[in-house]
């Protein structure tokens, strides 16, 4: 009995003994490879979390953005200030800028960035969501063939991805990682545009995830070009801020069905 309880004690001093050691050697390898100079450590002007926002200012939709609902809102609260051509005096959102950054960020901007007005009080989580989606929307919007859009996305991508974009196609278990399911908000919304354009044509490394650029579909006589893969881009988030019964969304279907059969 004392025998053991005299081991378990060497036991203990032993795994202390080690984790010191670790902990000093980590320490000294973050020493060696982080520049103290050029960190900049928090301060009182320089807090490590703004004061202005914290996580709890930050949350994703607990449904999909509504467009309708984005653009009522977009007009009450941001057109004063803001609008998608140029005006005299109002800042101009351009494609380009839509393209550069994340969902998240636009949410962010309206939410707490002491740079801007904070909607955080005046607007609901929900209300914002649908701004930033209109946003979206009024400059990238979706596919303009859509129908055909989604035909291709069906004979190439569905098969892992699904045709709702829910990671459920045909192949999926097959995988892993799982393919990307696009009705993600954290995703999806962690993600510019350009980088899904760039996923898409250079495929992901160590996953399923192939490379389109400039393949060519010889069923349907079609070449994933640059046009092509920024349609896709299109299509794959219109899965993140569209519902079937959105009605921006279906006066857009009835226009793309009617040019397609035109
Ligand atoms: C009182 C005027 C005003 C109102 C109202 C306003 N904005 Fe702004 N917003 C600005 C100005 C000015 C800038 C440019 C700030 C800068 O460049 O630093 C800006 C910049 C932005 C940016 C780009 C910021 C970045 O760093 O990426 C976004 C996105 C934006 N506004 C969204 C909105 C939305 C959405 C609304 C409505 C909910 C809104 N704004 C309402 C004045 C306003
Ligand atoms: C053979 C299966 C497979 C096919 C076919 C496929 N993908 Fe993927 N895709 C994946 C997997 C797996 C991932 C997730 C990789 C990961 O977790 O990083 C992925 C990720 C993605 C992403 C990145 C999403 C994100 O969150 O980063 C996009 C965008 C994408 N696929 C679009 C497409 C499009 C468009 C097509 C058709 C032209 C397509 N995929 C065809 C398997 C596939």
Same mark, same amino acid.
């Not at 914290?54 to 607990?62: G, Q």
């Not at 979206?136 to 996305?153: A, C, H, N, Q």
């Given at each position: 009995m004392n025998k053991k309880n005299k081991s378990l004690k060497i036991l203990r001093t032993i795994t202390l003994v080690m984790c010191i050691v670790l902990v000093g050697l980590l320490l000294n390898a973050c020493q060696t490879s982080v520049n103290l100079n050029k960190v900049a450590l928090p301060s009182e002007s320089n807090p490590l979390v703004s004061k202005k926002s914290?996580?709890?200012?930050?949350?994703?939709?607990?449904k999909d953005p509504s467009i309708e609902d984005g653009k009522k809102s977009f007009g009450q609260n941001c057109a004063s200030c803001h609008s998608f051509k140029t005006e005299s005096g109002k800042?101009?959102?351009?494609?380009?800028?839509?393209?550069?950054?994340?969902?998240?960020?636009?949410?962010?901007v309206i939410t707490s960035n002491e740079k801007h007005p904070s909607f955080k009080d005046k607007l609901s989580r929900q209300e914002r969501w649908?701004?930033?989606?209109?946003?979206? %929307?009024? *400059?990238?919007? /979706? =596919?303009?063939? &859509?129908?055909?859009?989604?035909?291709?996305?069906?004979?190439?991508?569905?098969?892992?991805?699904?045709?709702?974009?829910?990671?459920?196609?045909?192949?999926? %278990?097959? *995988?892993?990682? /799982? =393919?990307?399911? &696009?009705?993600?908000?954290?995703?999806?919304?962690?993600?510019?545009?350009?980088?899904?354009?760039?996923?898409?044509?250079?495929?992901?490394?160590?996953?399923?995830?192939?490379?389109w650029a400039n393949r060519i579909d010889k069923d349907k006589h079609f070449t994933f070009d640059d046009k092509f893969r920024w349609?896709?881009?299109?299509?794959?988030?219109?899965?993140?801020?569209?519902?079937?019964?959105?009605?921006?969304?279906?006066?857009?279907?009835?226009?793309?069905?009617?040019?397609?059969?035109?």
């Open positions: 914290t996580a709890a200012d930050f949350a994703y939709p607990t800042q101009t959102f351009t494609l380009k800028y839509i393209n550069s950054v994340t969902p998240s960020h636009l949410f962010k649908d701004i930033v989606m209109y946003l979206r %929307y009024e *400059l990238f919007g /979706l =596919p303009k063939e &859509f129908e055909d859009i989604k035909t291709k996305f069906g004979g190439n991508c569905a098969v892992c991805h699904g045709t709702r974009g829910f990671a459920d196609g045909n192949i999926h %278990y097959y *995988l892993n990682p /799982l =393919p990307a399911n &696009f009705n993600q908000f954290d995703r999806l919304y962690e993600k510019t545009d350009e980088t899904l354009f760039d996923e898409i044509s250079n495929g992901i490394p160590w996953t399923a995830m192939p490379p349609e896709l881009v299109k299509y794959v988030r219109q899965f993140g801020y569209s519902t079937e019964k959105d009605p921006l969304r279906q006066e857009k279907l009835f226009k793309s069905n009617r040019t397609n059969k035109d």
